[in-house]
């Protein structure tokens, strides 16, 4: 099974999805005219940032109706670049873009979600709001700034450090100017968009999240690699408050999580009542990672149906994991998880719902029991089978919420090797463990 999946066997078409467990609608190829525009016939040296021209090109490309705008072999500097409706950025095998490490070329701010709040701030390397059919593809490579640039000494990435924020999100500025916070941008996050299709290219040395579609429809991931150990919240695949989503063949060696999905964080997120939904995650790998396939730790909106199969990994902490946090609300319900393979996790199942004194002060300490609230988070209706757990230290870890139980959990036909079976587990109800092999100290 390793040696099907990965970016690196990633088939040239997408196969149909057969036994989806919800409603799942067929996601088509995006189509582009057949224009196309290389930024090096249009005076691009390599000795140049390539952002103003890059960005005018993409901008008459829409403007035609759209094709295809070439970043050809070598290697390139740029700034922001923002995409637009039915234009194709295409990275040739051979590109390299290497993004600023200055804060000013992320100016002005500009709308997006930060670790699931609504903000102005940097985006993302590659952005784009309120746009159709629009791809970031080809087989080129990814750059954040070196590692001891300005941008990495003078922004944040945890928003939980603001313990106020406007609200009106056009006051929310972090743009690093006037004694504000600056956030640091993402690789590749469109915001609004419809239409998303992402294929193909390796990231490295990123400086916060990889590829994070943001309250986006019918969005297309596939045969991405990403290598971020030893950056800090350096999450693979983030995927937050979209809807009809695939991701396939993609190879994750993270910092943090690998493959996450997101709901919007704590009230604000309630109160946007957009959630992440019908997402199939299938034929991908994950290496180093704090995480595996994760849910939350942002709920508020909601996280459902999320179906993976057929994915491998070795290395990851904790492959499958499930998190939030008493205040954080959202109900999380139909995670469907088959036909996965695990070697060499530190905890195989892990369900963090209580959080830690850090961030919720007494709330993380499972007793008193305290009153069901619109606040207090749900997990239920969680299935997991025919499984292969090779080597792990722990097979489950669980904290739940006395007071509202994680409910309706069927754990069978695995095969399982671990030292330790299951030393923390409570707060359940019909919980069911069937039909598995377990060898354990």
């Not at 609004?192 to 990889?210: A, D, H, P, S």
């Amino acid at each position: 099974m390793p040696d099907k999946v990965g970016a690196e066997i990633m088939p040239q078409f997408i196969a149909p999805f057969h036994d989806v467990p919800f409603n799942m609608p067929k996601l088509q190829y995006p189509k582009f005219p057949d224009y196309s525009v290389n930024i090096k016939d249009n005076g691009a040296t390599v000795d140049k940032p390539i952002t103003e021209l890059v960005n005018r090109l993409i901008m008459e490309t829409s403007r035609k109706g759209g094709g295809k705008v070439v970043i050809p072999s070598g290697k390139w500097k740029s700034a922001r670049i923002i995409l637009k409706s039915n234009v194709n950025l295409y990275l040739e095998k051979g590109a390299e873009i290497e993004f600023s490490g200055e804060p000013k070329d992320y100016l002005p701010s500009v709308y997006t979600m930060h670790e699931g709040r609504q903000i102005m701030g940097s985006g993302s390397f590659i952005y784009a709001c309120n746009e159709e059919n629009i791809a970031i593809t080809g087989k080129g490579h990814i750059y954040g700034p070196s590692m001891d640039s300005p941008i990495r000494k003078n922004s944040n990435s945890i928003a939980w450090i603001e313990k106020d924020f406007p609200e009106k999100t056009e006051e929310r500025i972090f743009d690093g100017m006037e004694g504000r916070h600056f956030f640091a941008p993402k690789v590749i996050a469109p915001i609004q968009c419809k239409g998303v299709f992402i294929e193909g290219m390796t990231i490295e040395r990123c400086m916060f999240w990889n590829v994070n579609p943001i309250l986006c429809e019918d969005v297309i991931i596939r045969g991405v690699t990403v290598n971020s150990v030893g950056i800090p919240s350096g999450d693979g695949v983030d995927i937050t408050c979209s809807k009809n989503v695939l991701v396939e063949y993609c190879t994750m060696n993270c910092g943090d999580d690998c493959y996450a999905v997101k709901g919007g964080r704590d009230e604000e997120g309630a109160r946007m009542g957009i959630p992440t939904e019908n997402v199939i995650i299938r034929y991908c790998f994950a290496k180093a990672g704090h995480g595996g396939l994760t849910t939350g730790s942002e709920t508020g909106g909601g996280i459902k149906n999320i179906y993976a199969y057929n994915c491998v990994f070795d290395g990851t902490d904790m492959p499958l994991r499930f998190k939030t946090r008493r205040p954080r609300t959202g109900i999380t319900e139909n995670i469907f998880y088959e036909k996965l393979r695990i070697k060499d996790a530190k905890t195989v199942l892990v369900w963090d719902l209580l959080g830690s004194y850090n961030f919720v002060g007494e709330l993380a300490n499972r007793l008193p029991l305290r009153p069901v609230t619109a606040l207090t988070p749900t997990v239920r209706n969680v299935r997991i089978k025919n499984f292969i757990v090779e080597a792990a230290n722990c097979f489950i870890s669980a904290r739940g919420i006395p007071e509202l139980p994680i409910n309706n959990v069927k754990i069978e036909d695995g095969t399982v090797q671990c030292n330790n079976l299951m030393p923390i587990m409570h707060d359940f109800e019909n919980f069911t463990l069937r039909n598995l092999s377990i060898k354990s100290k």
